[in-house]
């Protein structure tokens, strides 16, 4: 079975990262994702967002572990980014929904996720890729997808290459999105 975090992921080895690259993961959740981002940009930045101290504390100690130095961690929501990051980024993963074996009341809801990935988009270079993970096999989940792919279909696909990949054969399976700004 596809792994599709893992598909997400293989978007982030087209984006132009390199080395000293700043990128963003705007739902840090234990840390996984902000890891993988930190090893990509070892002399960069990771801006790293989540509501949850717990969040925080998990995603510091796994940074610890590894050795670590370039993650700035943030206690704040993602749609409240512009305010930390006042620089273009190179790349930014959303990981949206609620963090498993975790409190499944605090999740991602859709009008400040929409708001979130509205604001990334405006702070992408060029060459530049965003990924998102959708979970709609809960209520607010399914709306937030909805209303993410309703919005993103509006922008020009002169600039973007956005793009939606889902299990055909089931509906509540979670689904990526990967948004390319091209490179000219
Ligand atoms: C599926 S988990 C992320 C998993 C994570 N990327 C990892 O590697 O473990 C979703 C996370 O989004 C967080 N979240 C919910 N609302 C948020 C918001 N407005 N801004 C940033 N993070 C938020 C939750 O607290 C939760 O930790």
């Known amino acids: 079975m596809i792994k599709l975090l893992d598909f997400a992921k293989n978007f982030l080895k087209q984006a132009d990262i390199k080395?000293?690259?700043?990128?963003?993961?705007?739902?840090?959740?234990?840390?996984?994702?902000?890891?993988?981002?930190?090893?990509?940009?070892?002399?960069?930045?990771?801006y790293a967002f989540d509501v949850q101290t717990d969040a925080l504390i998990n995603t510091k100690a796994r940074?610890?572990?590894?050795?670590?130095?370039?993650?700035?961690?943030?206690?704040?929501?993602?749609?409240n980014a512009a305010n930390y990051i006042k620089e273009p980024i190179?790349?930014?993963?959303?990981?949206?929904?609620?963090?498993?074996?975790?409190?499944?009341?605090?999740?991602?809801?859709?009008?400040?996720?929409?708001?979130?990935?509205?604001d990334a988009i405006g702070?992408?270079?060029?060459?530049?890729?965003?990924?998102?993970?959708?979970?709609?096999?809960?209520?607010?989940?399914?709306i937030e997808g909805e209303k993410l792919l309703e919005m993103l279909s509006k922008y020009d696909k002169k600039d973007y290459c956005i793009t939606h990949f889902h299990i055909i054969n089931s509906p509540d399976a979670s689904f990526i999105i990967a948004i390319e700004k091209y490179n000219k």
Do not use: Q, W
């Open 63 to 79: 940074l610890d572990k590894a050795g670590y130095k370039n993650v700035i961690l943030i206690k704040d929501g993602h749609e």
């Open 90 to 118: 190179d790349a930014g993963m959303f990981n949206l929904g609620y963090l498993p074996g975790s409190d499944k009341s605090v999740h991602t809801m859709h009008e400040s996720t929409l708001k979130a990935v509205k």
């Open 123 to 142: 702070m992408l270079k060029k060459g530049g890729y965003i990924v998102i993970c959708v979970y709609p096999g809960h209520e607010e989940g399914r």
């Open 19 to 46: 080395p000293n690259s700043v990128v963003a993961d705007f739902t840090m959740g234990n840390g996984y994702d902000t890891l993988y981002l930190a090893s990509l940009v070892p002399n960069g930045k990771v």
